[in-house]
């Protein structure tokens, strides 16, 4: 409550609406012919939250970062000075590593209430983009290190979400340019796509009842095999930002590679003795790398659909670069 003063003659109330933390506007109630009673300062109190839920949605739908984000995924032909103006001007990292998230929360339990999904979803991942595309809410991860350990982490606040809100949440590969953007999401299209393939195919071999977040992997080897949908610039994106081209990239230099101790180990069915004798090692040193690998990659060779992903990235590898054919020599 405000006045009467030198400026304003009159008594009156004010409220600043603002989305997270930043000025969005104000609106102010002028009491200049009857006194400022408790009902009407409820009054007041009520049309105010009213208004910030209004200002809030809006900047949440038609955010800068939401629009330039959007189009990015909308339009692969935006001018590199155009995307590194706006990028700047948002402060948006343009290179380190990424991952997308699609939640589906049409079949959950807040359906009806995609504002108040979105304010939780944002909660749960205060650093990050959240924004809604077509029928979806989308957030993106980012970080410029330890993507791996960042990535894990994300995944299970992701799964987490998902068990609360009732939902269903889709994600795209790692990536390490904002540019590709509308490839990763892509991806999540994918994975939505197939998500009842990948449901029958998970639940008997890795015990799982009920999947809440369905990862592109998963979804890789339908979309082969399918052949209804073919983009060839997804397709080489697929394959070319995949798990063992960051194995190749990290080689420590052992006399046996990570990538030929993983490529014997995955065609020998996961046995150890025949893998150690292929390649005249020690089957606890064949244990040790194995595990090894597991750890600073993120993957985890229990799974089958991380076995056929790797197996499948191996064929096409093996097919197309005569240089990672060297590799396994």
Sequence with gaps: MFGPDETVPFKY?????KDRNSY???????CNNHDATPGMMDMFRILSNSCQQIVSSAFFNESPTALFLRKLIDNARLT?????EQSSLLGLDTTGWFGLGMIDYRGGEYSEQPSWVASMLQKTFPDYPVFPYEDSLLVLSFCKEGHVERRKEDFEKLDAFCLEMKCTAYASDT??????LRFAFAQTRIARSYKSCIDIEMRPLDNIDSRRVFHFGDALAYYCLDGRETDPDLWSFCMDHTILDDIVAAEPGHSISDVKLLYCYLFNERKTTPTAQQLHMHRNNVLYRIGSIEKRFGIDLGQFGTRERLISCYRYKILTSNKFRQLLV
């Design 13 to 17: 109330i004010t409220c600043v609406l």
């Design 24 to 30: 969005a506007d104000h609106i102010v109630m002028v």
């Design 80 to 84: 590199q000075a155009y995307f590194d």
């Design 175 to 180: 990536f390490e340019h904002l540019r590709n």
